[in-house]
């Protein structure tokens, strides 16, 4: 199986801030890794999908990069509803698996 | 617009049998190439992907959860369920659907289930 390991788990971050999150995967995996965005009581929001399309209706601040086994999420100016929990998701094989998060919160 | 809906028990006993379905709304569970999923959330943490059943009944489960994961479709109703037996309080968490294939942009609000005596 494959394991993904975000980092860094946790950040305190201020408003327009640019912000990048890490995701690598134990194996290569293509480009078959997506980026969601989960707030409190809610289910996770697709943010990019295949490493780096951007899923209609996503700000275009938020953008995707890496192939392999390297990932980068980037919020190139972190806004108030940007304060969230963020997971990647490798679509590679199966069983497919998720980062164990990494939470954005306000400094 | 497609919309998925979990219902079932939000409480369940210890070594019973949890059982979810999802309703899907704003599309046919059977108009082919989907694979309906599940993921669950443990409380205060990531999230764990359980499995998927094709609209043609064929199914994916984890291997870590294969031995007590059965899931199901009913065309005619236009919902998919899951079932877990044997479970224990590492089962709680909150559990979704999801359409795949490919990454989730479909998801039901998720229902908590609580396994307690």
């Known amino acids: 199986d494959i394991q993904l390991t975000q980092s860094p788990s946790f950040l305190s971050a201020s408003v327009g801030d640019r912000v990048t999150i890490t995701c690598r995967a134990s194996q290569g995996i293509s480009s078959y890794l997506a980026w969601y965005q989960q707030k409190p009581g809610k289910a996770p929001q697709l943010l990019i999908y295949?490493?780096?399309t951007l899923q209609s209706g996503v700000p275009s601040r938020f953008s995707g990069s890496g192939s392999g086994t390297e990932f980068t999420l980037t919020i190139s100016s972190l806004q108030p509803e940007d304060f969230a929990t963020y997971y990647c998701q490798q679509l590679n094989s199966y069983p497919s698996s998720f980062g164990g998060g990494t939470k954005v919160e306000i400094k | 617009q497609v919309q998925l809906q979990e219902s079932g028990p939000g409480l369940v006993s210890p070594s019973q049998t949890l059982s979810l379905t999802c309703n899907v709304s704003?599309?046919?569970?059977?108009?082919?190439?989907?694979?309906w999923s599940w993921i669950r959330q443990h409380p205060g943490k990531g999230l764990e992907w359980i499995g998927y059943i094709y609209d043609s009944g064929n199914t994916y489960y984890n291997p870590s959860l294969k031995s007590r994961v059965t899931m199901s479709v009913d065309t005619s109703k236009n919902q998919f369920s899951l079932k877990l037996n044997s479970v224990t309080a590492a089962d709680t968490a909150v559990y979704y659907c999801a359409r795949g294939p490919g990454a989730y942009v479909y998801w039901g609000q998720g229902t908590l289930v609580t396994v307690s005596s």
């Open positions: 295949a490493a780096s």
């Open positions: 704003g599309g046919s569970i059977s108009s082919g190439g989907y694979y």
